[in-house]
């Protein structure tokens, strides 16, 4: 099933309502300026973005693998005092899921040297991640998106592309 099904729950503001419009889940940051939601099968992933500040972005990474009925966090920048059991970098990137427990996540590291990419990737429905740099990318800050094609994992950037086999 494709990363593009139907969600089984839709984003309102810092809240995620199930099918019939209860709140199941509020995001617990301090606020929610945009939202990414991406779904497969019974599975739901959101991502909330709350805003910068001091080369960190607010991001909390929330998942269902009940349709939407109960949302677990998955990872969140610490610096704005979410704390969760997994922190993707300093500022999140494109993601993309392949399947209901697989997700690949680029975060970023304005203040690192002259700027680190990094590749995480999940294939337990965060409950644990791999990490890989991606120094080709380094110093290039603009990602637009991330493919994945088996095990070659694609990642985009402003004028520049790299290939990581995960």
């Not at 791999?130 to 070659?152: F, I, Q, Y």
Request: charged share 15%.
């Amino acid at each position: 099933m494709p990363a593009t099904s139907p969600c089984p729950a839709h984003v309102v503001g810092k809240r995620i309502e199930n099918a019939s419009g209860r709140t199941v889940y509020t995001d617990p940051g301090q606020q929610a300026i945009t939202h990414e939601i991406m779904c497969n099968g019974k599975s739901v992933w959101v991502m909330f973005h709350g805003g910068a500040a001091s080369s960190q972005e607010a991001y909390v990474l929330v998942r269902s693998s009940d349709g939407g009925r109960t949302f677990r966090l998955v990872a969140a920048e610490s610096y704005f005092g979410v704390k969760a059991p997994h922190e993707l970098d300093s500022v999140s990137g494109p993601w993309t899921i392949t399947g209901p427990n697989d997700g690949y996540f680029i975060g970023e590291c304005p203040a690192c040297g002259r700027g680190t990419i990094s590749l995480w990737i999940t294939h337990d429905g965060g409950r644990t991640f791999t990490h890989e740099a991606v120094p080709a990318l380094a110093g290039h800050l603009v990602l637009r998106s991330v493919r994945v094609a088996g095990n070659v994992v694609t990642i985009v950037a402003r004028g520049r592309t790299a290939t990581v086999h995960a």
